[in-house]
């Protein structure tokens, strides 16, 4: 592994529930260094934001958790893990995908897609030490070489369905590691200004007005107009009302 530390120390299972599940019971009971990754070939019961299932086919795709101890970062900031995570991924897909012909986007709060369709996925979960990060599990789906999607092929793809080729899951899984390290390094030089920026350079939807419906069931249209540094997603309404929204509050369609 091309890196300083990110993906040095390396635990493959063959099958596991949930990679990042795996993660959180390995803290409870091991010193795991700073760095380590977890991967799999078969998640049984992978996980998504909002208690969603991520599913994938086995062997095709990457699925890995990356434990990290980013304790100079307060909690209120803490979404920058996302952020960071996310461009990570945008990096890794655009050196494949050339971004002139393909539409790659970061969709608030943990999606990444290809042409309006979901290629990948973040989930990150923190344990923390009063408001200090004692340790960051981040969790990363990206859809590698899979081409059926059974109901859900209207809304997910691959890079293998847009190449018509098979790709090396343990380069690209590499490029990841390698890709992260490079982000998390600005997020320890504190560069949260030129993270953001990029961060909202990818954003989907911006500046557009999207459909959004809350936990209650209500209905939205609403303007993009920022992602603040918690996390919370910043539209602005018909009435020209600014409203911020948590990961869990609501829900966005394409």
Not at 57 to 76: A, T
Not at 179 to 200: A, P, R, T, V
Request: proline share 2%; with cysteine; charged share 20%.
């Amino acid at each position: 592994m091309n890196t300083l530390f990110i993906g040095k120390n390396v635990l493959f299972l063959p099958e596991v529930e949930s990679t990042n599940t795996y993660a959180i019971n390995l803290l409870r009971n091991v010193n795991v260094v700073d760095g380590t990754i977890i991967y799999t070939n078969n998640q049984t019961q992978g996980k998504g934001q909002r208690g969603a299932v991520w599913t994938s086919e086995i062997g095709k795709n990457i699925m890995l958790s990356v434990i990290l101890q980013p304790r100079f970062l307060d909690i209120n900031k803490s979404f920058y893990l996302s952020k960071i995570t996310a461009l990570a991924c945008y990096d890794v897909l655009t050196e494949i995908l050339n971004p002139s012909q393909y539409d790659i986007k970061i969709k608030w709060p943990n999606d990444i897609l290809v042409n309006k369709k979901k290629i990948g996925g973040v989930l990150i979960e923190n344990n923390l030490s009063g408001s200090v990060i004692q340790h960051a599990v981040i969790g990363i789906g990206l859809n590698i070489n899979q081409e059926n999607f059974g109901d859900l092929e209207s809304l997910a793809t691959s890079i293998k369905l847009h190449k018509n080729i098979d790709f090396d899951t343990a380069e690209i899984l590499e490029s990841i590691c390698s890709k992260l390290e490079k982000w998390y390094f600005k997020l320890k030089e504190n560069k949260l200004d030129f993270i953001h920026s990029n961060y909202l350079s990818h954003l989907f939807g911006l500046n557009q007005i999207h459909h959004f419906i809350d936990n209650s069931g209500h209905s939205l249209n609403a303007k993009i107009i920022n992602v603040e540094e918690n996390g919370k997603l910043l539209v602005k309404n018909a009435n020209n009302d600014f409203l911020s929204f948590d990961i869990k509050e609501v829900k966005m369609s394409i």
